[in-house]
């Protein structure tokens, strides 16, 4: 299957910094990306939706100030979590989407740990 | 009613033997079903897709779909302890932008 990276695995920060999430898809390009972040033992939780060249739509309930999305390219997503706080402290995990003659699927990226301080 | 619903786990089959994991849901215009492996601390693994009724093989796995009944399900053969993780069952209408729609998973124990 088609193949999603993340960059960088894990990350801890200090309060109030910044920390950008990079997403790329390696082998196909990815018009629509998508934003999650998992608590654990909960379920994925989708934060934005990301289209290239246009603005990321937000869930209800994500701020989109906080949590700045930028899909510049057909290849790559970036989130970028301003000011970060410990309870920002998650497991986030990006999608991107392929569309197919018959379908569409989503891949996963491997997916970002985040550690607030 | 939540829109994905998959049978209650956690869900136990000893080495061998066949586990099956269903999932129902609620919006008739979904045309892409996905069924997704996650093991504990990592992100979720594509095992299969389906957009049309009947059934998909590969390798151990076969995804049944069958949208008049507006239920999708997926069989693991000869079932390994590799295969423990959490199943997720996930669904999305063919359109620009569409997102997943997620079950709250199935927790399965292959016993050795």
């Known amino acids: 299957g088609a193949v999603v990276s993340q960059h960088p695995s894990w990350v801890i920060c200090k309060s109030g910094t910044s920390v950008k999430i990079e997403c790329r898809s390696l082998d196909f390009q990815a018009t629509t990306m998508f934003w999650y972040r998992q608590f654990p033992k909960q379920s994925l939780m989708l934060m934005a939706t990301s289209n290239e060249g246009s603005k990321a739509t937000y869930e209800q309930g994500v701020e989109k100030d906080k949590f700045l999305i930028n899909h510049a390219s057909l290849t790559l997503s970036t989130l970028t979590v301003t000011s970060a706080h410990p309870e920002d402290s998650s497991f986030y995990i990006c999608?991107?989407?392929?569309?197919?003659?018959?379908?569409?699927?989503?891949?996963f990226g491997p997916g970002t740990r985040l550690l607030v301080l | 009613q939540k829109e994905v619903e998959q049978n209650s786990g956690p869900l136990s089959v000893p080495e061998g033997a066949i586990a099956s994991l269903n999932c129902t849901y609620s919006?008739?215009?979904?045309?892409?079903f996905f069924w997704y492996r996650q093991y504990s601390g990592k992100s979720p693994e594509l095992i299969m897709s389906?957009?049309?009724?009947g059934d998909k093989e590969d390798g151990r796995f076969t995804a049944q779909l069958n949208k008049a009944s507006q239920y999708v399900s997926l069989l693991i053969r000869d079932s390994q302890p590799s295969d423990s993780a959490t199943y997720l069952c996930a669904v999305a209408p063919y359109d620009s932008g569409s997102r997943l729609t997620f079950g709250e998973g199935t927790q399965l124990t292959v016993n050795p």
């Open positions: 919006d008739r215009v979904s045309q892409s």
């Open positions: 999608s991107a989407r392929e569309l197919l003659a018959g379908g569409e699927t989503q891949y």
């Open positions: 389906i957009y049309s009724n």
